[in-house]
Nanobody, 116 residues
């Protein structure tokens, strides 16, 4: 059974930092593309950062994707946080090397609130 468990969210002041973690189990880590998404209230879910180094324009230079392949964990280091970064952050795993019918999994999400 595949599980993605996010942690590390919370309340932080503008300009502060947080590090999110996503622990993956039940899958072969190297055969999945790991991605961070977020969804703010009233907005659609958007891509934040990928394992291949793609970042949303709004987070470039502030957020960093990292992975610990030995322990099946990915991280999202978030610096210089802004109120507009407030959202539920989700970890996503999508099978690589599968032309059709790739399996995809989501974590339960972790809330990040940036407010003074």
């Amino acid at each position: 059974q595949v599980q993605l468990v996010e942690s590390g969210g919370g309340l932080v002041q503008p300009g502060g930092s947080l590090r999110l973690s996503c622990a993956a189990s039940g899958l072969t880590f190297r055969t999945y593309a790991m991605t961070w998404y977020r969804q703010a209230p009233g907005k659609e879910r958007e891509l934040v950062a990928t394992y291949s180094g793609i970042y949303a324009d709004s987070v470039k230079g502030r957020f960093t994707f990292a992975s610990d392949n030995a322990n099946n964990i990915v991280y999202l280091q978030m610096n210089s946080l802004k109120p507009e970064d407030t959202a539920v952050y989700y970890c996503n795993a999508r099978q690589l090397y599968v032309p059709t019918g790739a399996r995809e999994y989501w974590g339960q999400g972790t809330q990040v609130t940036v407010s003074s």
